[in-house]
């Protein structure tokens, strides 16, 4: 079974620059979840998709990111204008779901190192 | 509110026991998991409980006290490969986690 995938893998862009970041999680899974990962610290949810509607995105930061997942499979996150604070690893991650209420192991993608300068 | 403590670093050498404590405050607490993560890597599952008490999965076992909001996750026979960091994190309804700021333990010869 093909695992979280995450684009790109690296990115480095200067302040004030935009940025968009791509995951399409496991096969079946309705559940998708954005975190951001400072160094040193644990991953901070940013949003999390059911199916393609928000369930939760009371931790973005909604003046500068935005996320969408239009047909409830793949998603974008976006940063626009990058600040030299939202330097971290942006995971993506998914989990079957398979009823309402359950609570399934969320799977990780190997993330995305973003670099602002 | 959610608050999450557990130490940011431990030391052991190999073929030693370590035992990661985590202490949480979390309304709507349905249970517990820990994730290993390696340094450049995803965060990948180790454990979930949700009943009080003790799971064993080879070497590694995770513990919970749903009254005492405790856990730990103990390590046996540890390896060179175990270093890595131990994140905690309780979770609520809707399967939301909250992530501790995890324990980075290393494993010395």
């Known amino acids: 079974e093909a695992g979280v995938a995450q684009s790109p893998r690296y990115k480095i862009i200067e302040k004030r620059q935009s940025v968009a970041f791509w995951c399409n999680p496991i096969?079946?899974?309705?559940?998708l979840y954005w975190y951001q990962q400072i160094l040193g610290q644990g991953p901070k949810l940013l949003i999390q998709?059911?199916?393609?509607?928000?369930?939760?995105d009371s931790q973005l930061p909604k003046d500068r990111f935005s996320a969408e997942r239009l047909k409830g499979v793949d998603s974008t996150l976006k940063i626009q204008p990058a600040k030299l604070e939202d330097s971290a690893v942006y995971l993506c991650?998914?989990?079957?779901?398979?009823?309402?209420?359950?609570?399934?192991?969320?799977?990780f993608g190997p993330g995305t190192r973003l670099t602002v300068l | 509110g959610q608050n999450i403590d557990q130490p940011t670093e431990m030391t052991a050498t190999e073929g030693a026991i370590v035992q990661i404590n985590c202490t949480y405050q979390?309304?709507?607490?349905?249970?517990l998991f820990w994730y290993q993560q390696h340094a450049g890597e995803a965060p990948t599952f180790l454990s979930y409980?949700?009943?009080?008490g003790l799971e064993e999965k080879g070497r590694f076992s995770s513990f919970l006290s749903r009254s005492k909001g405790y856990s730990y996750l103990l390590l046996k026979e540890l390896q060179m490969k175990d270093s890595a960091s131990y994140l905690c994190?309780?979770?609520?309804?809707?399967?939301?986690?909250?992530f501790g700021g995890g324990t980075r333990l290393m494993v010395k010869p």
């Open positions: 991650a998914s989990s079957l779901d398979r009823t309402s209420g359950s609570t399934d192991t969320q799977y």
């Open positions: 096969s079946g899974h309705a559940t």
């Open positions: 998709f059911q199916n393609n509607g928000v369930v939760d």
């Open positions: 979390t309304s709507g607490f349905n249970g």
């Open positions: 409980n949700v009943l009080d």
């Open positions: 994190a309780p979770s609520k309804a809707g399967n939301m986690l909250t």
